[in-house]
């Protein structure tokens, strides 16, 4: 009865800070004139409001491009910290006591805390082997990551001769000049051919050409939201999955991007059907431009809900997540984002606002580029 009632205790507080996350949204307001440096788009879709001040909210689309183009520290602090108090101070005492409930459940089965609980069945096994792959990771990484932070550093010390270190609220900035000076490469350039509805149709393009399936509307789906659009999966004519898109941000809404089963099958009753929540702009090319690496992330989690309809077919039950080692899950989605980064692939769907397509050099130095911040970012 204890372990019962813990477990309802964690998941209460749990769905508390979650349903916080969601619910509470951070905002700053700036002058117009603090958009300078920011994407036509970007500005474009924040006008000034009754008061004469620019919104800009912590979802992902609109601080993204803040931290990456933006050449007004102040501005890029000042978002930052509001990200970084989301639900701030409402999820204090759910976060206190979802660490309380956690250590009494894991006590309380024998375990000396949480963390020997949840990793032992688990890859790693144990808090202590988890630790040190952790620190074999960082030992692999640590040249390379020292290396960027110098290149970073000398890059803060060109816009100010007297800094002794890099922000965190900076470092997607710097990287971006960097990216400018030493790759020759400009993501406000790259972004262009990136329109969302182009790439939704892209990436479906590329996983029926990999998987030989069909992706079809689904009529009259019972969606949740007006830009929530739903889809059938079909392999040699025959229904395997069905699928939600629910793409773009909106009040209330799951702030990241993940793929959640809504029914495993097949069952007696229907095909799998799971649904994709990401953060995204919305549209063609005027208010849907996409960075790259949200191309890259599309695709991931799309790799994500793929291995659920299929893993839901008899001949790969035996592949289904909950089958599988945590560790591997990430493969099938990690193996999918490389075909970002080909040129035949993005050449199909990936054009500017007059239909011309995204340039092989411009690929070239995007993959040039690609390793640049693996250090610091590991």
Same mark, same amino acid.
């Given at each position: ?19 916080n ?20 788009d ?21 601080? /993204? ?16 910290e ?23 459940l ?11 609980y949840?990793?032992?069945?688990k ?9 040190? #792959?952790?620190?074999e ?36 900035y ?6 400018q000076s ?11 051919? /990136?329109? #969302? ?23 009259n ?66 208010t ?13 989690? #799309? ?24 560790d ?8 999918l ?11 199909? #769907? ?21 390793d ?7």
């Amino acid at each position: 009865e204890k372990i019962r009632t813990l477990n309802a205790e964690i998941s209460e507080f749990s769905t508390e800070f979650s349903k916080n996350l969601r619910e509470i949204q951070g905002n700053i307001k700036v002058a117009p004139e603090d958009l300078v440096g920011l994407p036509d788009d970007y500005v474009a879709a924040h006008p000034p409001g009754d008061d004469g001040l620019v919104t800009i909210t912590t979802d992902y689309p609109d601080i /993204f491009p803040v931290f990456t183009y933006s050449p007004n520290e102040a501005l890029r602090k000042e978002l930052r910290e509001a990200a970084l108090n989301r639900a701030y101070p409402e999820n204090v005492d759910a976060l206190r006591g979802l660490l309380e409930k956690r250590y009494d459940l894991a006590t309380t089965l024998g375990y000396k805390n949480w963390a020997a609980y949840v990793t032992e069945d688990k890859m790693t096994g144990s808090p202590q082997v988890a630790e040190d #792959f952790l620190k074999e990771v960082e030992g692999a990484a640590r040249n390379s990551a020292d290396v960027e932070y110098d290149r970073l550093l000398a890059k803060q010390q060109e816009i100010d001769p007297d800094a002794t270190s890099v922000s965190d609220w900076s470092a997607s900035y710097l990287s971006e000049l960097i990216r400018q000076s030493d790759y020759n490469l400009d993501s406000q350039e790259v972004r262009k051919y /990136f329109a #969302f509805t182009d790439v939704r149709a892209g990436i479906f393009e590329l996983v029926q050409d990999l998987f030989d399936v069909q992706i079809e509307p689904w009529e009259n789906a019972p969606v949740w939201a007006d830009d929530v659009t739903a889809h059938e999966m079909y392999k040699d004519g025959k229904l395997v999955g069905r699928f939600f898109l629910d793409m773009h941000p909106r009040d209330g809404k799951f702030k990241h991007a993940a793929s959640f089963p809504i029914r495993f099958g097949p069952t007696s009753d229907g095909v799998p059907v799971a649904a994709l929540l990401c953060n995204f702009p919305s549209g063609g090319h005027e208010t849907g431009l996409m960075e790259h690496d949200q191309v890259e992330t599309f695709l991931h989690e #799309f790799g994500h809900l793929i291995h659920g309809m299929f893993s839901g077919q008899p001949d790969y039950a035996a592949l289904a997540m909950d089958n599988l080692e945590w560790d591997f899950i990430e493969a099938p989605s990690q193996m999918l984002e490389n075909w970002v980064w080909d040129y035949d692939t993005l050449a199909k #769907f990936a054009k500017d606002a007059d239909g011309n397509t995204i340039p092989r050099d411009l690929v070239d130095r995007m993959v040039a580029a690609r390793d640049f911040g693996i250090g610091l970012g590991t």
